[in-house]
């Protein structure tokens, strides 16, 4: 059976009691070190203020040498939030004789916790020697929320490591489900992704199951799906993060003397990336830091872009309201862009309503405007962005200065199939869907297959009723799984009214056999009418059309060019293969990047490689030259935006993409996409025209 979360032991276990005891102690210890050293610690950091100042802005430096009480640091874009935070940290020891050992930073990633903790150990080079110091040597810790949150549950119930449940395994579980449950998917990997964080946010909200509507499956099946997830860990005898959570925080809201342990040992909070934090995790952090109000947030509402993994930029908002007495900053001066880039970016996000107004300045001098380029469509797209990237490169500049980000990972194919035929290098963040493995593509190449007499098992069977031509499943277990065989059960029941349904097929089929690749999709989708059957289907299942239209569109325009579907199939193994194989190399080279900042930046000195990823990949990074591709409304903003929040969520996911590029940022929009007139983004009307 699953551990048992609530029963909690009558005393503080004995870890947050020893945490009590030597908080008084080493108080004890301090005060008489104060008191017999107190001249001299006086004197060797008399300069600390000034050291820890020196090329700040009067914004990082009014945030850095803030004392106590509630801070929140509003940091733009490229305004030196990770140097604020360390200099900050720095400052509380040196200059206010905090105890590092008191000082807790949180962040999100392990990578952005060792990035901190390593631009930290760099201040520490002209820190006073341990015996200086009224604390010793000790440091603050550097940490996610779930290792913190996972530290605590160790000490209260003796969890071991391997109880968490892994990634892997979560995905093992949920896949096994979603085919138990017969819950149907296009991408499966992508399904599995959508259905783990809305569990992950029915348990961070705590919201009641049965009020719960799933936007990946009907509410019935996720209901379903949930309490078997549920039931799957129990017997497993594990937990996954979001139950870290809630354990943490029902532990704290239970026991007020574990709450008081924490809270002697963790006098001093600091946040990273407000903005993405949930509410469970916020309400952990408040009962820490109730008892001082000693915590410093840092972030931007305008990044906000993990709403749906359970992020509540409203939190940040209302910081103020939680903590009345909280000093409000605001980082203002963009040291990474262009003022061009500051200028143009800033236009758009002032049109969101949900925000803190801000003023962001460039610090750099002028360069390039914003380049707004618009393409017939997506073939001619990515021809211009390689004759682009070709450019730059003879010009000196080098790959890895580059950066193709787009909105969704459907997106880059052709471009990445362009990039491969051209032999430039690059590397792909997020793996794309593989289109042949969706149910839709299956169902296509079942009918390329049958139309050329090379079949197999289960494509007639596939095909038969899409769209809906009322035949029935015994006409292939009583005859075999042939057209003629249909023909003859429906000639012995004397169904003669069949012959004309099975001769249309078999006609369809004929012509499809002469027509290539990229008409017979054609043909399939308006003369055979699947795409009809898609829009009932989509209406039957409560799916966006749209979503099942374009895996179409994709599908059809991925085959143009090929005469044979046997070519057509290759090639799409092949480009598969080689598309993983880049994942793979570049998987390996994030794992690097988690071993630490100095590591990261000697593997890109080292691989001269293109960038292609998603807006949402690419939050914390910078780049040279930044491409945006396909700013089409469809698809910037995405068509499921359909409420105000979601559309103030794209938009900020546009700024993030935006406020990548260093030096020249170039938006692409196209005419035509699937040989359908599209319609330019409205972001780009909104960055290009002041608001009145």
């Known amino acids: 059976m ?25 108080r004890d210890r301090e005060r008489r070190h104060m008191a017999e050293a107190g001249p001299q610690i006086e004197q060797n950091t008399a300069a600390a203020p000034l050291r820890h100042t020196e090329g700040l802005s009067r914004a990082q430096r009014e945030a850095v040498t803030h004392g106590e009480g509630p801070l929140l640091v509003l940091a733009g874009p490229g305004s030196g939030k990770t140097f604020v935070i360390t200099r900050r940290i720095r400052y509380l020891i040196d200059a206010l004789k905090v105890d590092p050992r008191r000082i807790l930073v949180l962040t999100f990633s392990r990578a952005a916790a060792r990035e901190m903790e390593e631009r930290f150990a760099a201040l520490q080079e002209d820190m006073p020697s341990c015996e200086e110091r009224p604390y010793g040597g000790g440091r603050p810790v550097f940490g996610t929320f779930h290792s ?27 896949t096994g489900l979603v085919r138990q449950l017969r819950i149907e998917s296009g ?4 399904l599995v992704q959508n259905l783990l964080s809305e569990i992950a946010v029915v348990k961070e909200e705590r919201a009641e199951l049965p009020h719960y509507y799933s936007v990946s499956c009907p509410a019935e099946q996720f209901r ?6 549920e039931r799957a860990l129990g017997e497993r005898q594990k937990i996954d993060y979001e139950d870290m959570l809630l354990m943490t925080y029902e532990l704290l809201k239970e026991r007020d003397d574990i709450r008081t342990a924490l809270q002697q040992r963790w006098q001093w909070l600091l946040v990273d990336e407000f903005q993405d934090i949930n509410r469970l995790q916020y309400e952990i952090v408040r009962m820490i830091a109730a008892a001082r109000s000693n915590l410093t947030v840092v972030g931007d509402d305008d990044q906000s872009i993990y709403r749906f993994r359970g992020a ?34 800033g236009r758009l996000i002032r049109r969101n309503r949900k925000r803190f107004e801000k003023e962001i300045t460039a610090h750099r001098a002028s360069g390039k405007p914003v380049n707004t380029v618009v393409c017939p469509d997506p073939g001619r797209e990515a021809a211009y962005i390689v004759a682009e990237i070709r450019r730059h490169i003879a010009e000196g500049m080098q790959y890895r200065d580059i950066a193709v980000l787009y909105r969704t990972n459907l997106q880059p194919r052709l471009l990445s199939a362009r990039l491969m035929a051209e032999n430039i290098p690059f590397r792909i963040r997020e793996m794309l869907p593989d289109l042949m493995e969706h149910w839709i593509a299956r169902d296509v190449v079942a009918y390329l297959r049958l139309a050329r007499h090379i079949a197999e098992p289960g494509d007639l069977l596939r095909i038969m009723n899409r769209p809906n031509r009322y035949i029935r499943r015994e006409a292939l277990r009583m005859e075999g799984e042939t057209l003629e065989g249909i023909y003859a ?27 290539t690749v990229y008409e017979a999709i054609s043909w399939i989708r308006q003369e055979i009418g699947y795409e009809r059957f898609l829009l009932s289907y989509a209406e039957e299942h409560e799916i966006e059309p749209g979503e099942l239209l ?27 293969q080689e598309l993983m194989q880049r994942r793979e ?58 409420g105000r929040d979601e559309l103030e969520e794209e938009r900020r996911m546009f700024y993030v993409a935006m406020t990548r590029a260093k030096d020249e940022l170039v938006v692409c929009t196209c005419k035509k996409r699937f040989h359908r007139a599209v319609e330019e983004s409205r972001f780009i009307a909104e960055y290009e025209t002041p608001k009145g």
């Open 550 to 576: 374009e895996i179409l569109d994709e599908l059809q325009d991925s085959a143009e060019g090929f005469r044979f579907p046997e070519e057509w199939l290759q090639h799409s193994r092949d480009f598969r």
């Open 148 to 174: 913190f949150f996972f530290r605590i549950l160790r000490t209260a119930y003796g969890y071991a490591a391997d109880q968490v449940i892994a990634d892997g395994e979560r995905v093992n579980i949920l």
């Open 2 to 26: 699953r551990p048992e979360f609530r029963s909690l032991p009558e005393e503080a276990p004995s870890g947050f009691q020893r945490i009590a005891t030597e908080t008084e102690l080493r």
């Open 187 to 190: 991408d499966i990997r992508t």
């Open 224 to 229: 379903e799906l949930f309490c078997a997830y």
């Open 585 to 642: 190399r570049t998987a390996r080279s994030r794992d690097g990047e988690k071993t630490g900042q100095r590591q990261a930046e000697e593997y890109r000195e080292d691989t001269d490689q293109l960038h292609l990823m998603t807006f949402h990949a690419s939050k914390g990074l910078e780049f040279p030259l930044v491409f945006l591709i396909d700013v089409n409304e469809g698809i910037v903003p995405h068509r499921k935006a359909c």
């Open 312 to 345: 509540k930029p409203e939190l940040m908002l209302g910081f103020r309201g939680d903590f009345p007495d909280a000093r409000q900053l605001l980082l203002d001066i963009n040291f990474r862009s262009t003022p061009e880039i500051v200028k143009t970016a």
């Open 489 to 515: 059960h429906y000639e012995k029941s004397g169904e003669q009214w069949m012959r004309e349904r099975l001769d249309r097929l078999s006609r369809d089929l004929r012509h499809l056999s002469h027509l």
